[in-house]
């Protein structure tokens, strides 16, 4: 049976993990600004992992980056569009051209 709970949220390591390889971040900005991600925006864990770790990775990033870069909630709701969307846009296009040809 699969365990569809993980990754689960461990941030003492994370906050762990950041600081024994940012020594230069203070932790406690780092510990309010993960608590504010995951209170106001709701980031899932795994996705919040990913977004420390490439800040880590970065000589100039600071915390409080982290911040800046979580997407709009909205862009959460939007599907993606169906694979034919451009093929009905492409054939929109021709036939206003063809139309505007046709009465010119």
Not at 58 to 80: F, I, K, S, V, Y
């Amino acid at each position: 049976m699969t365990d569809t709970n993980v990754p689960r949220p461990a941030t003492g390591p994370l906050l762990a993990l950041a600081a024994a390889c940012r020594p230069d971040w203070p932790t406690d900005q780092l510990r309010d600004v993960l608590a504010q991600i995951r209170c106001q925006n709701d980031m899932p864990f795994g996705r919040l992992v990913v977004a420390v770790a490439q800040l880590i990775a970065d000589p100039a990033a600071e915390p409080r980056d982290l911040l800046a870069g979580t997407p709009e909630p909205w862009r959460h709701r939007r599907r993606p569009p169906a694979p034919d969307t451009a093929h009905r846009g492409a054939a929109a296009a021709r036939a206003a051209l063809h139309h505007h040809t046709d009465t010119n």
